[in-house]
């Protein structure tokens, strides 16, 4: 072609989104219609990336005016927008006023109670509480530390198995025999530091008395904006 690309005929994609304000929904449909010659190259910053696209300059000018007439975005993007929208209000609704933190708490985006009140297998009271108490366990109280010492407890007898001979599954196979499954040990501490969550959640207003300590399960997790 004879001249670096973007300085002579051709463009890459990127940077005609920029200079010419398009969408890649825009450009698509340009190049199906065959209002614009498209051409596939390396990637020049990525080896192992994709393959860059380059487009011809006179093209877009030529036929900007009706390329800008196309929708901008296509009806999978319109769709997916919706659906970010609307998790992102169902996040909203879920948010509530941490007092020690002294911010507004709303759920991790992987968090699956959020995702069992998204599709309506949880109530808005129900999935609140369990993201409040899970919030308050993780932020608030010694859990985390607490499962950080088991974890480093087990790993330092694994190694001390290793250095004595013995081999990958048997060291783990010792120590699950020794200190107890990593699971279970986690669960005890989930439910002692539950219970403290509650307590602290119902001296902070934010949970009403009750008789009984619901129990927890995974479906769990917040995070600060």
């Known amino acids: 072609m004879g001249r670096k690309k973007g300085e002579g005929g051709w463009i890459y994609k990127s940077t005609a989104k920029k200079r010419f304000g398009l969408t890649d929904n ?46 901008k975005l296509s009806d999978r993007e319109k769709a997916a927008r919706n659906v970010y929208a609307d998790r992102t209000r169902a996040r909203k609704r879920l948010a509530f006023w941490c007092p020690r933190c002294g911010e507004y708490v709303r759920p991790l985006r992987d968090s699956t109670m959020f995702e069992a009140y998204y599709v309506k297998a949880a109530s808005e009271e129900e999935a609140k509480r369990t993201l409040m108490i899970a919030h308050y366990r993780h932020a608030h109280t010694e859990y985390e530390n607490a499962v950080g010492r088991i974890r480093e407890m087990r790993y330092r007898r694994y190694k001390q198995l290793r250095e004595e001979g013995c081999d990958f599954e048997l060291a783990w196979e010792l120590v699950n025999n020794e200190l107890g499954s990593l699971e279970r040990e986690v669960g005890r501490l989930r439910e002692v530091y539950t219970k403290e969550a509650v307590e602290l959640l119902k001296a902070d207003g934010l949970l009403p008395e009750e008789r009984q300590t619901p129990k927890t399960n995974r479906m769990e997790g917040l995070t600060p904006d």
């Open 26 to 71: 825009q450009i698509r449909m340009a190049i199906e219609a065959g209002l614009i010659e498209a051409k596939q190259m390396k990637n020049p910053n990525y080896r192992s990336g994709p393959p860059a696209t380059i487009l011809k300059v006179e093209d877009i000018m030529k036929n900007l005016d009706k390329i800008t007439t196309f929708p």
